[in-house]
Each structure stands twice: as structure tokens, then as C-alpha cells.
């Protein structure tokens, strides 16, 4: 059993997703254990997992009031004041969405996923939790962390985490969370200092990186898992920020890597 600083990898199911939104949750995922219970609060009390406990699953409605009250009083609870809340809820309500997250849910996962999309949310979220400490706060003053576009933006970069970039525009980006194009870009510029457009094109080209450096995937292929229009626009676009051409880039990876390895051999 991995072992997290939560303790054992148990993801407490609200009995209502696996009973309303067709979703079916093995009680053994492996080395993540989904344990289906009535009443999560209760459950949380429960001697035999106060300690083992890693995330909550909690299915919402459009009874958005109802949604945003069990939220908050899961997280004002003392004992799961400190556990990621990962809810389920319809996909066409994106002010249901928006109120969760405004609430304090980490993601927001689409009623009728598949248990294995479920599953790699899951396991995205519990990976990303031991980094969450040093990044929630964006470095940003406390006069701007309470800023309306402060919020937008704060509920944006939140819902591209759970996300596949190669699948978002700034439109897209704007209806997930329930605000207009125009207030988003308001709230990139005010805040991350550039426009939707440009902040998604840097996170492109920053996945970019990571797969050039650590896949054997094609420049091509990457073009097309990140969402760019063809190989040549991909280009293009990581010249400019990166200042050499993908395949150069990579190329000059491997052979640092190269001369490491030949390094530590001669040593």
C-alpha cells in the first residue's frame, strides 16, 4: 500500500455517485482504495479511518445552494478541514461548477465520467496534493488574492490543472467556469500580466518541453496532443519562446544527457 501524508491511499465515495451518476467504483483500485460510504461525515469520525483518509468524492446537484452548504461544512469540519475535495456534478451547470469551486473543491469531474477517467483524476489529484502547499498561494498580495479577477483567474488556472491542455481555448475555458472571454482576459492581464491566449500558449509550450525532453513522441504527434493546428505552427510558436526549434531543442537534450552520462563514466 503507497503511503501518503494523509496516510493510506482511501478515497471516501459519496454512496451517491455510484448510485446516481452510473458511475461503478471498485472497493480496490490497487494502490488506491475507494471505500463507498452513506454519510462522509460520519465516516471521517470513524476510528478506522481517521488516519487513512486521502480524498473525498462527494456528488453534487443542481440544487447548487444544497451543493455549496456540503462543501463548506465538509471543509470547516476539523477533521477534514485538511483533505482535497474532489466533487461530481452535471456538466451543463458551469455556475454549479464555479460555486464549488468558490466553496473549496480541488476539481470538478463531469457526472457520467467513466470510472477509469474518475480513477486518473483521482490519482492526478493525490500526485499534485505534496506540491500543493508551496503553490496555493501564488506569491501574489493579500489586497489582490481578494480581488474579483484575482478569483476568476485563481478558478481558471484550478480548472486547467484538471484538465488536458491540448483541449482548451480561452472560449472553452471561459464557459467551464462561468464567465464571459472578456472578463477572463481581464482577470490573465490583471493578475498573470498577459493575455487567456498567451498564458494557454506558454502552458503548451511548456508541456512541449517535458515531452520533448522525457518522450519519444514525434514533434508532430506533440503538435497534435497539444492542441496546435499542425507541426509548422508548433514550430513557430516554441521558436519564439524558447528560441530554437523543437527538434533542435531536443536534439540538445540528448546530448547533454550524453555528456552527463560519459562524465559520470570517466570519473
Known sequence: MIKSHYGERIVLVDSGIAGTDGVTLSPDGGDV?????????????????????????????ERTVDAVIRCTRLLKNA??????????????????????????????????SGRAE??????????????????????????????????????????????????????????????????LDLAFREVAGCSTSRFLRQRRIDCARTLLKSSSLSVTSIAEVLGFSDSANFATAFR???G???????????????????????S
Do not use: W
Open 240 to 242: 519564439q519562446i524558447v
Open 118 to 183: 474518475i480513477d486518473v483524476r483521482v490519482r492526478a489529484r493525490l500526485r499534485s496534493e505534496c506540491n500543493a502547499p508551496q503553490t496555493a498561494s501564488m506569491g501574489l498580495p493579500a489586497v489582490e488574492r481578494v480581488s474579483r479577477r484575482y478569483e476568476i483567474y485563481r478558478l481558471a488556472v484550478r480548472y486547467l490543472a484538471s484538465c488536458e491542455i491540448g483541449e482548451m481555448s480561452k472560449s472553452v475555458l471561459a464557459s467551464r467556469i462561468g464567465v464571459s472571454t472578456a472578463n
Open 33 to 61: 482504495h475507494y471505500r463507498i460510504v452513506g454519510n462522509i461525515a460520519e465516516a471521517l469520525y470513524s476510528a478506522e479511518l481517521a488516519n487513512a483518509v486521502a480524498l473525498v468524492l462527494m456528488s453534487v446537484t
Open 244 to 266: 530554437q526549434s523543437p527538434s533542435r531543442y531536443r536534439d540538445a537534450r540528448c546530448e547533454f544527457a550524453s555528456g552527463s552520462s560519459l562524465g559520470v563514466i570517466e
Open 79 to 112: 477533521v477534514s478541514e485538511a483533505l482535497p475535495l474532489m466533487v461530481v456534478g452535471p456538466a451543463d451547470s458551469p455556475y454549479l461548477r464555479v460555486q464549488c469551486f468558490r466553496a473549496g473543491a480541488v476539481d470538478y469531474v463531469d457526472a457520467g
